[in-house]
């Protein structure tokens, strides 16, 4: 409904908030959301806007290591994901 609402000549800055993923993908981030995006949910969404050609800009935020070391590597695989996907090296 977003892409349909912005319009197929808008320019799109995707913002990836990592915090947005449920704690299972993105532990180390800084506002954890029980319940929150899957990384399946989250990936559909990264394909939908680039997939609708207007992707001209990404980024990551709110990665923090600080808050739970032990489970960054899981958070940080996540980003990855995201910005892979984002950038067309899956497809």
């Not at 349909?4 to 800055?13: A, C, F, K, M, S």
């Not at 800084?30 to 990404?58: F, K, T, Y």
Request: aromatic share 4%; charged share 25%; with cysteine.
């Amino acid at each position: 409904m977003a892409l349909d609402y912005v319009g197929r000549e808008t320019p799109i800055h995707l913002s990836c908030d990592i915090d947005a993923l449920d704690p299972k993908w993105a532990s180390s981030a800084g506002h954890l959301v029980p319940g929150g995006l899957s990384l399946e949910d989250a990936d559909s969404i990264v394909r939908r806007i680039r997939g609708s050609g207007n992707l001209i800009a990404v980024d990551l935020v709110e990665v923090n290591p600080t808050i739970n070391p032990n489970r960054l590597e899981q958070t940080i695989q996540s980003g990855r994901v995201l910005m892979k996907r984002a950038l067309g090296f899956y497809r």
